[in-house]
């Protein structure tokens, strides 16, 4: 997010909070203790 209402708020690359927020739940999802894991057809 980089605007609100026509006020510019960021730069439009995640902050740290968010970087980390997004990495932990990646490694939640890939544990598998997130949600259902999803594997190709073989």
Do not use: C, N
Not at 3 to 18: A, F, H, L, S, W
Not at 23 to 40: I, L, N
């Amino acid at each position: 997010m980089v605007e609100i209402e026509g006020r510019r708020i960021g730069d439009g690359k995640m902050g740290e909070v968010t970087r980390e927020m997004h990495e932990r739940d990646w490694q939640m999802r890939e544990s598998g203790r997130h949600g259902t894991a999803v594997f190709e057809a073989t």
